[in-house]
Nanobody
Framework: QLQLVESGGGLVQPGGSLRLSCAAS????????IGWFRQAPGKEREVVSC??????????NYANSVMGRFTISRDNAKNTVYLQMNSLKPEDTAVYFC???????????????????WGQGTQVTVSS
């Protein structure tokens, strides 16, 4: 079964950190550009970060709102992509999703492109 599974969400105080994981089963994650997205209640889903395949240019992009605080990375041995989130703010509260883009696509990517696989999402709540 081909799927993505996110984990690592939770409740954290402002200024705290979390590391989200996006693990793939049934396919090799490094064959795809991977995006992290988030959706807050009442808001549209937005792209947070994107990482291209290591066999392409490996390009990485971030939304302006998370630049300097979030870091995306791959561990190909574990078939996993991570999103390290530091200096978290209440406005980072959302459900976070990862997705694998259609083959041959490279970052930066938008929601308008074809995303072949989506995870179920993991809740991140930043609150004191």
């Amino acid at each position: 079964q081909l799927q993505l599974v996110e984990s690592g969400g939770g409740l954290v105080q402002p200024g705290g950190s979390l590391r989200l994981s996006c693990a793939a089963s049934g396919f090799t994650l490094d064959y795809y550009a991977i995006g992290w997205f988030r959706q807050a209640p009442g808001k549209e889903r937005e792209v947070v970060s994107c990482i291209s395949t290591s066999t392409s240019d490996g390009s990485i992009n971030y939304a302006n709102s998370v630049m300097g605080r979030f870091t995306i990375s791959r561990d190909n041995a574990k078939n996993t992509v991570y999103l390290q989130m530091n200096s978290l703010k209440p406005e980072d509260t959302a459900v976070y999703f990862c997705a694998a883009a259609a083959p041959s696509l490279r970052c930066p990517l938008t929601l308008a492109v074809r995303w072949d696989y989506w995870g179920q999402g993991t809740q991140v709540t930043v609150s004191s």
